[in-house]
């Protein structure tokens, strides 16, 4: 058959596919609302204590850290990369925040200008694991990984081995309060949604992120400066990781390496049970609220079904590998001509 | 003629190789997880208060801090029997229980004599070695029950009431003693209810978000029997968020400054300090006792040689106690008695 005979039919079958593509892509970005709202009903149905203003608290607290990690995280697996620095640093910040807050352990005392430096810690770092990425030319997960290896050293050594408990009243007042019957960490952590929000939506910087995520090499032939940008983002998320610790330290009261134990699992979860796909360049932010609120519902839910931890860090693990499954099939597609 | 003075040159050496020992310090070695813990530091300032004991300058001690790290341990103490020979004692507490072959291996083949704390694996002990004096721990299992006892007679009802069980982290040999324990005091106390049983795995964050989650679903809790002080703080943390403190009652184990502090708040009901003072004062007062021949292993009770230590129970009561004896001033032991720190035989197959 001649090969000019194919050309007509191509292009139908192209648009017919991309009709089909967005049919597809508009039901998955609507999925993980659906299972949202599943879970909610099917917990209110079966687990007791689920459905009440006090546990719906819980839950808003208790979204409080996941939600904020996974704010810098969505950038970074918008790009395609990942930041797994969280454990390290998230509890360097915690324990740092602490000694340098009134405490039991030191004299400093420095009130606001402690959580300042803190966060700032978190942002230099970032931008530290950002640039040995770009330049040094190594992939992010590893970068990340030895970051918070480093990190956790340095917690364990800023106390010593014994962890400062914080005498600090704007962190005690920060952890019991509410402002609308919503716990004020929560209230943080929204703003950090807010802002991650305007970045994503109306800023040239997001505009850049889901470019290259989407295709590097045509984001750099359009002069985007793909460096400046990818070093931007590892700072956005360090930034992060940084209120997440101030955040974790101020929900425990007591600064330890113990802050970021368990923290990016779950934000990562978040970010790809929300729709953001580990090959990056689609989702986004809104996409991660709705996934950390699934990631923190089910872990409340298990807990008040009494269903042992471990159980539930094998469902985590089974619901990320899923989620994952499912955007590979779908990156699959696209591929595929 | 030439046997015999062969012989008393091999004489004449020995003695000479005698009298340079005698005149060489005797080093009592503590080797330890990192300088930074509190609880190992106790071990030291117990050898160190075993050391006053002895006749003065005629020994030192040294600490060897492993930070964590399995291989950094044996070669450090490898190096030092290699330096010092014969005249060391030796007190570890191994970082992961495997390495405790590695150290009895190099000690049996230094002719170096040394007691252990804690870690030991399945079938390891020291009946097996000439030079193992003893092996020792904390008594988990008195731990898990003391606590619950005193936690479940500070309820109104003395002995009756709904209690959350906070474990730390499953099949870990801490844990799984104290929850032995735990169930003993319950067989004992039916007036008891457990509502639920969750693994915080040592984590004082987990422990808080279950216990906030537990407070959403159960609103007549009298108290929380918690497996680890850094958990039961975090319990604590929780409560207080929802200004139930003090009303609560939770435990803790371990005996950490911050849960000492909290015992005199009132937010714990109690905790059970380890003495690592009593462990490591005996610890290094038993292998000197071997070292000087007063004791041998190959003769000693099995009890002497494979034992449990009891801890310190911190709660209201004994608080003021507890404050003058640890923390205002380092304990002081009679260690010509050996057999005090001795709670209970170990069970060996």
Known sequence: ??????????????????????????????????????????????????????????????????????????????????????????????????????????????????????????????????????????????????????????????????????KYEFFITLSRGRFLGIPSLTWIALAIFAISYVLQERTRFGEYVFAIGDNERVAKNTGININRIKILVFAWSGLCIGVAGVLGAIRIGRGEVVIGKDTVFPAITAVVVGGTPLTGGRGGVVHSLVGALIVTIIYNGLILLGVSTYIQAAIQGVIIITAVALSVKRGRKVVTK | MKKLFSALLVAAFAATMVIAAAGEKLTIAVSIRSMSSEYHMQYVAGAEAFLKTLPPGTAEVQVLPCESNDDKQINDIKALLASRGKNVILFVDPNNAPNITAIAEACEDAGVYWCSAWNTPEGITPFLYEYWVHHQSCDGVKQGYDIAVNLFNSFKTPGKGKILVMQGMLANTANTTRMEGLDQALKEYPGIEVLDSQAGDWDTKKALNIMETWLARYNDIDGVWCASDGMALGIVQALKAKGLEKK??????????????????????????????????????YAYAAYTGKISPATMTPRERMFYTNGFLVNAETLPQYRKDFIESVPVYDYNNLDFPIARPMEVE
């Open chain 1, 1 to 166: 058959m001649d090969k000019h005979g194919y050309s007509s039919p191509i292009a139908e079958e192209f648009a017919q596919e991309m009709v089909r593509r967005n049919k597809v892509d508009r039901i998955v970005a609507m999925a993980p609302v659906g299972i949202l709202l599943f879970l909610v009903a099917l917990l209110s149905i079966v687990a007791d204590g689920f459905f009440t203003g006090y546990n719906i608290q819980t839950i808003l607290g208790q979204l409080s850290i996941p939600l904020v990690m996974s704010m810098g995280l969505t950038f970074v697996i918008l790009l395609a990369g990942t930041d797994l620095s969280g454990e390290g640093l998230g509890g360097f910040v915690g324990s740092i925040v602490i000694l340098m807050v009134l405490n039991t352990k030191t004299d400093l005392d420095m009130g606001l200008w402690a959580i300042l430096i803190a966060v700032a810690a978190g942002l230099v770092v970032g931008i530290i694991s950002g640039v040995i990425h770009v330049y040094g030319k190594m992939p992010s997960f590893i970068v990340t990984y030895a970051m918070s290896s480093i990190m956790a050293g340095f917690a364990v050594l800023s106390y010593r081995g014994q962890p400062a408990m914080s």
């Open chain 2, 248 to 285: 609560v009652g939770v435990t803790g184990v371990d005996g950490v400054m911050d849960a000492i502090e909290a015992v005199g708040t009132g937010d714990l009901v109690c905790t059970i300090a380890n003495n690592g003072w009593m462990q490591g004062g005996y610890g290094v007062a």
